[in-house]
């Protein structure tokens, strides 16, 4: 059983920093991708980045590229998100995911595994 969990949200001003934080257990696959996904109320849930596990290959959309980083811990089973120069519209609820399968990297359903959230609130 995989469990995903997020720590390190919260609430910062604009032009801040916080990094995010998914403990994962039970993720024995040597392969796949991990990824952090955000939904703000009354949107869709869109990715914010991705990282192939093993390779370390990093994606990112053109609104967070720049300003957030994705990196992994393997020997602690951490996936982290380095986020600066937050700006109000970053305010969502941030997950992590999993899936240990290839396939495309930007799709909420390709992911099979979900952490439960932590928030990160942006203020002006």
């Known amino acids: 059983q995989v469990h995903l969990v997020e720590s390190g949200g919260g609430s910062v001003q604009a032009g801040g920093s916080l990094r995010l934080s998914c403990a994962a257990s039970?993720?024995?696959?040597?392969?796949?991708?991990m990824g952090w996904f955000r939904q703000a109320p009354g949107k869709e849930r869109e990715w914010v980045a991705v990282v192939t596990i093993g390779r370390g290959i990093t994606y990112y959309p053109s609104s967070v590229k720049g300003r957030f980083t994705i990196s992994q811990d393997n020997a602690k089973n951490t996936v982290y998100l380095q986020m600066n120069s937050l700006k109000p519209e970053d305010t969502a609820m941030y997950y992590c995911a999993a899936s240990p399968r290839t396939g495309p990297i930007n799709r909420p359903d390709d992911y099979d595994y979900w952490g439960q959230g932590t928030q990160v609130t942006v203020s002006s």
């Open positions: 039970g993720y024995t696959y040597s392969g796949g991708r």
